[in-house]
């Protein structure tokens, strides 16, 4: 199993990025797909969850609203649009699959 993500970075506070996870070695388009944050000193959170049919099964209550979770299951790819963001967003980003993680992706918010 391997999960790649990219697209982090710095961005102004009200900016936006968009997150992408490509995963291999596995049938990407029967497991549900996920993203989980860990900010400094703290543990990790998960953020969003997305059905193998690309249905959101859960957002964390901070993101409602804010980040978006979808997935093309042609390209093997799950993505966290992010827009309106806010300091405490900052945090290394992580894409999973039945309980495999990937090496994560920082973004940072900050003026």
């Known amino acids: 199993v391997q999960l790649v993500e990219s697209g982090g970075g710095l961005v102004q506070p009200g900016g936006s990025l968009r997150l992408t996870c490509v995963g291999s070695g596995f049938a990407f388009s029967w497991l549900p797909m996920s993203w989980a944050r860990q900010a400094p000193g703290k543990e990790r959170e998960l953020v969003a969850t997305?059905?193998?049919?690309?249905?959101?099964?859960y957002q964390e209550d901070s993101v409602k609203g804010r980040f978006t979770i979808s997935r093309d299951n042609v390209k093997n790819t799950v993505y966290l649009q992010m827009n309106s963001l806010k300091p405490e967003d900052t945090a290394v980003y992580y894409c999973?699959?039945?309980?495999?993680w990937g090496q994560g992706t920082q973004v940072t918010v900050s003026s």
């Open positions: 997305i059905s193998n049919i690309g249905d959101t099964l």
């Open positions: 999973g699959a039945g309980g495999n």
